[in-house]
């Protein structure tokens, strides 16, 4: 692997478990039956002993989201065409996409990166951090080179810690790219071993044809990846997409920076894997925002063992789902810094 | 049935299926793939659908906490003591407990009403409309005359009027009342057919024995008020409470005056089965807001036919799952109002 992406692993360290235990004894405290805030107690002890400070609040959410197109596009996988990442891309610069009601309706910063989409977009909205022109199909070839994979990782580490900098304690990420449940797909079943018939959906909306085709390609694509699954980087470069790493590397950065990550569903998902399959301990800071609508999602995240905080049937990506659940996280933070004691306020204890 | 209640069903009328066919055009020609924001749309839907209004907004969200106690508490059937609804009481006052913080993180009002307390709190942050000092143990006898009963739906109709005319255009509904799951898992075994050992949890979490005792005095009281079944309003008064009938009226009201309801947890359930089996339109008013881990609500949703908005392993009460999903609700009608359209952004539709 990269010295550099082996030096960023190198720094994360796993969320203390001191600090658990003392946020578990405070909440237990609290007027209300011991867990019977559930979810939200979790979501309080799990930040808070990952940023490793008791005190830890939520400051300056960000939400990242990474564009970047898909040369398996071409074996026609999706519904829309490749020209709607970058429709798409001037749609965030306007502020009419679902990211962009969401983040504000979540009190959120919003930072769109074009990490490799095929078209221009030059609105100063978006920044510009193109590592290619989209993907190679990787129905043909490998989906990336190995610099472009680690390049792309490198971006997206760089774009985090520039947001963590500017005062973000809590990472969201997001993606678009027409094509990506394919790709993400792939990297589900090469790395979980999830048959391509589990791990491939709909996506934006495709018909029974156009479904045999991606359940074709994924396998045809995991088959030639086998040899590669304990290097969760070259998998990645493989059949991934170049705002997947994107978001591998902001998830990566975000961990070694002591910074929780809300991951978003089914793309960002598969980015979160390739960089929990790198260092085990990236999932003490990642939380699973919400369960996708889009089919492979519930088994992949039964493979790798984690529950995501909704399921609201959500399946488009950008960020959505993760910039709807950081209310659910700053409400459990704010349960354990906010309510009184069953001794500060005279309440009487089990019986 | 008291004429009062009847009048206030008779203004209850379907929520309009123009409205909701209007909502779901205008939702498609979003820049999104149709349907990819699940619930969010629904969400969006059915409350504007209630309102009557395309253009109808979220504006004062208020949660209406009701308070009261419950003579079956003495046959030992909670884990805590009948004296912590009235030390809750004071909780509230002081702005320390759960339903205080949730509310401000939703931005939300909160009224705390007194229907039916045992003891005292005389601070003039609770609404103090005592119908009785806790009902009878319905162990032994009817839990209220049928007098008490339906002075406490009007009571309930009367705060959420008010709150109405205050300007909230979605009314939350809580509960305080130590032994009210009790009483409200013989509201759904009698209305649902569920038999006990299917409609009773831990409550606030109780030992073995006394899940035992909770299972044979519900079991008792359901055989009891087997001829009732077919009045609603009559089984409330057998087996129910103070505050779950103040949350019956308050949601009755709601729906008459076309105003949305989040319907919290367990025992406000309870609450909306009642008005539902009142008058079945009301439904269409009611928003679930999340599936308790109270053992019981999962059956009595499923028999409802109603899907909760969040599933977070919640079992507090006092309105807090509804104050949560507050937000979701929210995120749903700004999608709605501020999002791009295909054509204004100029992004391509499916190929």
Chains 1, 2 share one sequence.
Do not use: W
Not at 43 to 61: E, L, M, Q, S, T
């Amino acid at each position: 692997m990269d010295t550099r992406i082996v030096e960023m692993l190198g720094r994360i360290v796993p969320a203390s478990a001191d600090v658990a235990k003392i946020a578990r004894a405070r909440l237990d405290d609290l007027t209300k039956p011991r867990g019977s805030l559930g979810v939200l107690e979790d979501c309080a002890a799990r930040y808070v002993a990952a940023r490793g400070d008791i005190n830890a609040k939520i400051a300056n959410p960000t939400v990242l989201t990474f564009a970047g197109d898909h040369g398996v596009a071409e074996e026609g996988v999706s519904a829309f065409p490749q020209s709607v990442t970058v429709q798409m891309l001037a749609n965030f610069a306007n502020g009419g996409a679902a990211i962009n009601v969401l983040s504000r309706h979540a009190g959120a910063r919003l930072k769109v990166i074009d990490i490799g989409a095929a078209g221009d977009c030059d609105s100063p909205a978006i920044v510009r951090r193109k590592v290619a022109r989209g993907t190679a199909n990787f129905a043909k070839g490998p989906a990336m080179t190995g610099a472009q994979c680690v390049e792309a990782i490198l971006v997206g580490a760089e774009i985090a810690k520039g947001a963590i900098e500017d005062g973000a304690t809590l990472i969201c990420t997001g993606d678009m790219g027409i094509a990506n449940t394919t790709s993400s797909s792939a990297i589900y079943s090469a790395l979980l071993g999830i048959p391509a018939e589990d791990s491939v959906g709909r996506g934006t909306g495709i018909d029974d044809e156009r479904l045999r085709v991606k359940i074709k390609v994924v396998k045809d694509a995991v088959a030639r990846c086998s040899t590669l699954k304990d290097d969760p980087v070259a998998v990645l470069a493989a059949v991934g997409g170049l705002e997947i790493a994107g978001i591998c590397g902001a998830i990566m950065q975000s961990a070694a920076m002591k910074v929780p990550v809300l991951v978003d569903g089914f793309i960002s998902g598969a980015a979160a894997l390739v960089a929990a399959e790198a260092k085990r301990e990236i999932l003490d800071y990642c939380f699973f925002s919400h369960l996708s609508a889009e089919a492979g999602h519930a088994n992949a995240l039964r493979a790798m063992g984690v529950r995501p905080l909704l399921n609201l049937d959500l399946r488009l990506g950008e960020g959505t789902g993760a910039a709807l659940a950081i209310h659910i996280i700053s409400a459990g933070i704010k349960i354990m810094d906010e309510m009184a004691t069953f001794s500060a306020a005279g309440v009487s204890g089990k019986i």
